[in-house]
C-alpha cells in the first residue's frame, strides 16, 4: 500500500520505519520541501520518497497527519476528502498554545478541521521510540502493546486496525472521536503501556 505521511518528525519516522518493515510504500512531507529530507529518505532506504505535502497527501492510499496540533488547519488546504487520514496529534497548550476545542476531545476537534477527510485517531498514546521498537508480529495479538483507535468511520477504522497489526501491535477499539478522549493527554489510557485486556480493565476501572 502507498502511504503519505504528513509531518516527518519523531512520529512520522518511526510510523515510516514501522510501515516499511511491513512491506509498504511511504512518502514523508515536512513544511520546509522534499530537499529537506533526503537524510531521512537515506535512512528510510528505497521504499521511501520526500514530496511536498499535496503530493504526499495524493500519493497516499491512507495519510498520516502527525504535524504539531496547532498546525492541523494548514493541512485542511490538501486534496484530503474521502481519505483515510491517521491523526495522531497531542494538544499540550503550553507547547502549542491556547486553542478552543469547543469542549471537543482533541480527535473530534482535528476532524472538524479536515472536512471530508475520514479521521481515524491513533499512535497519539504512544511515545515515538517505543513506536520504533515496541511492535513485534511473533506476539499472539492478545499479548502486544495496545494501540488505541478511534473513529466515527468503522469501515476506517477497521483499515487502520489491520495496519496497525501488521506492524506488530494490537488495535484497542476506543469508539467514536468523541470517545478518544479516554486515550488523550492526561486521560486513563495516554501512555500506557498495556495489552487491550489490560487497556479494558483500566477503562472498566473508571466507569465504575
Ligand atoms: N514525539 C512523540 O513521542 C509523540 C508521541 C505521540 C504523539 N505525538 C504527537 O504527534 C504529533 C507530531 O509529533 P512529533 O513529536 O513527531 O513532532 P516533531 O518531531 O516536531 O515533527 C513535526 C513535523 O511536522 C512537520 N510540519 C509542521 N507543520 C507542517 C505543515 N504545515 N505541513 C507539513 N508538515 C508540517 C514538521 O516539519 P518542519 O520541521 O519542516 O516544520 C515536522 O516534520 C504531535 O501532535 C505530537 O503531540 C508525538
Redesign the pocket.
Known amino acids: 500500500m502507498n502511504i503519505g505521511i504528513?509531518?516527518?518528525?519523531?512520529?512520522?519516522?518511526?510510523l515510516a520505519q514501522d510501515f516499511i518493515k511491513a512491506g509498504h510504500r511511504v512518502a514523508v512531507?515536512?513544511?520546509?520541501?522534499p530537499e529537506?529530507l533526503q537524510g531521512l529518505i537515506a535512512e528510510l532506504g528505497p521504499q521511501a520518497t520526500a514530496l511536498s505535502?499535496q503530493e504526499a497527501a495524493e500519493f497516499g492510499e491512507i495519510l498520516v497527519e502527525?504535524?504539531?496540533?496547532a498546525?492541523?488547519p494548514?493541512?485542511a488546504k490538501l486534496p484530503l476528502a474521502g481519505k483515510i487520514v491517521i491523526d495522531?496529534?497531542?494538544?499540550?497548550p503550553q507547547?502549542?498554545g491556547q486553542i478552543d476545542l469547543g469542549g471537543h476531545s482533541e480527535g473530534s476537534w482535528v476532524a472538524q478541521q479536515l472536512p471530508g477527510a475520514r479521521v481515524v485517531k491513533a499512535?497519539?498514546?504512544?511515545?515515538?521510540?517505543?513506536?520504533a521498537s515496541q511492535g513485534d508480529v511473533s506476539k499472539p495479538v492478545g499479548e502486544r502493546r495496545a494501540i488505541f483507535v478511534s473513529s466515527d468511520d468503522q469501515q476506517a477504522k477497521q483499515t487502520v486496525s489491520r495496519l496497525i497489526e501488521e506492524i506488530g501491535f494490537a488495535a484497542m477499539d476506543t469508539g467514536t472521536l468523541a470517545g478518544s478522549a479516554v486515550n488523550q493527554n492526561g486521560a486513563p489510557l495516554y501512555g500506557k503501556n498495556v495489552t487491550i485486556s489490560e487497556g479494558q480493565k483500566i477503562i472498566d476501572q473508571e466507569m465504575k
Open positions: 504528513i509531518g516527518a518528525g519523531h512520529i512520522g519516522k518511526a512531507a515536512n513544511s520546509r520541501g529537506s505535502a502527525t504535524v504539531p496540533f498546525k492541523v494548514d493541512l495522531t496529534a497531542n494538544y499540550y507547547r502549542d499512535f497519539n498514546a504512544i511515545a515515538a521510540a517505543d513506536l
